[in-house]
C-alpha cells in the first residue's frame, strides 16, 4: 500500500484488477488446429489506469489464455508501475512470508509478483541501494538478489537503474 492507501495493482485481486482492464480477443495464428485459428482464443489485457498490457495466445482455450495474460499483466504492472513506499515498512503478506532474513516465495505462485512489485518499490525509494532496501524489507541483500533474479528483466532493469546512478551491476 503506498500512503494514501491505494494498493498496487499486481496485488490487486483478479476481478479487480480485470475490472480496471480492456480485454480484446483475436484468433491467434501458428500451429493448434482448426480450433485455434477459427476461435478468438487470444488474450489481451490492458490497464487502464497505466497503459501497461500483456498478452497471450499459445493456448487453444480463452479461459487459459485470459489466466496466463492476467499473470504476465501482473509482472509487467510489478516492473513498469512505482508507487511511494510506505511509512509503515513491508506489507502484512510480505511480513508473512521473511523469517530470519529469508524470504520465501515460490515465482510460481499467485502472491509473487505482488511482492517483487513491493521490493521494487523499496529499492527505488532508497535509489537503488540494495543493502538499505533489503534492511527495510527484512530480507537479507542476497535474498533481495535472488528475488530479482526470478525475472531476468527485473533484474535488467535494476541493473541499468543503478548503471544510470554511477552504481555497479548486479549478478
Not at 42 to 53: D, E, F, M, Y
Amino acid at each position: 500500500m503506498s500512503p494514501d492507501g491505494e494498493v498496487h495493482p499486481a496485488a490487486l485481486p483478479d476481478d479487480d484488477l480485470l475490472a480496471q482492464c480492456q480485454s480484446q480477443r483475436s484468433r491467434a495464428s501458428g500451429p493448434g488446429g482448426q480450433h485455434r485459428n477459427k476461435v478468438e482464443t487470444a488474450i489481451r489485457l490492458t490497464h487502464q489506469p497505466t497503459g501497461v498490457a500483456a498478452q497471450a495466445s499459445e493456448r487453444r482455450s480463452q479461459a487459459e489464455n485470459r489466466r496466463v495474460a492476467l499473470r504476465r499483466l501482473r509482472l509487467q504492472l510489478a516492473m513498469h508501475v512505482r508507487r511511494d513506499y510506505p511509512a509503515t515498512g513491508p506489507s502484512p503478506t510480505w511480513r508473512e512470508r521473511t523469517n530470519a532474513n529469508r524470504l520465501a516465495i515460490n515465482p510460481k505462485h499467485t502472491d509473487f509478483p505482488a511482492l517483487l512489485a513491493e521490493a521494487l518499490d523499496a529499492i527505488a525509494a532508497v535509489g537503488y541501494d540494495l543493502p538499505r532496501a533489503a534492511l527495510i524489507q527484512g530480507i537479507s541483500t542476497s535474498q533481495m538478489i535472488k528475488l530479482l533474479r526470478h525475472e531476468p528483466a527485473v533484474l535488467a532493469q535494476v541493473n541499468q537503474a543503478r548503471q544510470d546512478r554511477g552504481m555497479g551491476s548486479l549478478k
